[in-house]
């Protein structure tokens, strides 16, 4: 049975349908001018965006901090949430040789055992005399001199061909050793020698010379990077403002617990609950494979390229304590592999709010992938208890393991040629994958909330009728 439909301004009874509602479904419903329907398999939308709370303490899903550039969504923000947001500067701190220094570790060696200092220093140095002599060499058309790089950095005047090698190249061996290359291969889950280096220039702070010698002797800028500092909602954890986007939805028709069964792109509709519900565009917000899955009758081209998709699971300890947090920062960055985790944060040191008076809420992400056990959950306590984070096991009342299922997009060498491949299709059928698992990339909160607003002007802007393509 096919449900009545609104006509909108151009005359086409055909809806957009949106597929999922974290942010970027929620801000393509909030821009939408023309009709849509949203669904959304979970009992309440938001996504990666949502807060849990047990026994009084509050989990966003591992940090969730938000940085805002765009001028037009911090006014958005302003707008929902007066007086509701505190901003709060960053305390982010790498956690390496029993110390803890600043982040970025590259621009902030001070503090870490001398040797390393001088091992880091001598790399980055080392580095920078090599992509001099690989300059001078392209310069003059010729190859490099032999030994002008540390092993690994690649060759001649070529960009880096993955991740590794970026790092070799722009932080020279030390760094990398102690803290680009064992980091990285724990938070994406493969060696950084898989991934490509295209998705990092805005992530990771490429200090000049100056400020390496500087941060390496004390005497470091301020804060370096792409989040100095965030906002935060004082109350009820970040899913406070994700509720408030939601107040803005309207002309459309929200269904939740829902997931579709099928979109039929050759009829363009969706397949859902015996219901089918035609389209005039769909913005999949979904993860990608999970959209493809449901496509019969994908293109060989297409369905090749949906094969060669990557992505990475986390798994994740809530951890509530008694007492007040045992440490100052907001968040660690744990590099050595000798710790169960890579990266700690402790939500109250940003927001008191976020545990009962007294108490603290940490989130705890894991290096392995694998299902966590009572004994991998000790490992993490005494780890916890040595890096400063807690004050002891005994002081945990609970440790509740979590998952996320799509994590981190891989980056590796496929995924230019796949995700072009498919996009080109999708497209073509008014398909619009947007968001980080529906366009299936890395980024933030900001940039979600940007897309749907921009999905939804090309939507509003296309003329009535399928796309010839
Ligand atoms: C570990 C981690 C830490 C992060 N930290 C930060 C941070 O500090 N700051 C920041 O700005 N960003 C951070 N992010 C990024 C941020 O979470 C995302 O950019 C954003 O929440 C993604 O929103 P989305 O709507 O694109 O996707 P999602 O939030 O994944 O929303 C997709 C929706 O689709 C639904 N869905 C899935 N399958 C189906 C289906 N078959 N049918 C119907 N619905 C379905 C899901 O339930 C979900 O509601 C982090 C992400 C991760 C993983």
Known sequence: MVKALDLDVTGDARKTVILGGGLTGISAAVHLRSPWVLLEKEARLGGHARTDEREGYRFDKTGHWLHLRDPAVKQLVADLLPGQMQAVARKARIFSHGVLTRYPFQANLHGLPPDVIKECLVGVVEARIAEARRAEAAQHGGAPAAGAGPAGAGSGDSPPTNFEEYCLRHFGAGISKHFMIPYNERIWGVPPREITADWCQRFV????????????????????????????????????????????????????????????????????????????????TIPLPELLRRMPELPASVAEAASRLRCTTLRYLNVATRSAPAADWHWIYVPERRYPFYRVGIFTNAMASMAPPGGSSLYVELADRAPVTESSVRDVLNGLTEAGAIRGPEDVVFAEPKEIQYAYVVFDHHYYASTT????????????????????????MEDCVIAGREVAATIDALPAGPKRS
């Open 421 to 444: 491949e498919i996009f080109r299709f999708l497209e073509a059928n008014d398909i619009y994958p947007r968001g980080r698992y529906g366009a299936w990339t890395y980024n933030a």
């Open 205 to 284: 702070p490429l200090p000049n010379l100056d400020q390496v010698i500087a941060g390496a002797v004390g005497a470091g800028p301020p804060e370096l990077g792409y989040n100095v500092s965030f906002l935060y909602p004082k109350q009820g954890g970040i899913e406070t403002f994700t509720r408030a986007l939601q107040t803005r939805m309207s002309g459309g028709d929200v269904r939740t617990a829902t997931s579709p069964d099928a979109i039929d792109w050759k009829r363009r509709e969706i397949v859902v609950g015996g219901e089918r519900i035609p389209y005039r565009a769909v913005v999949a």
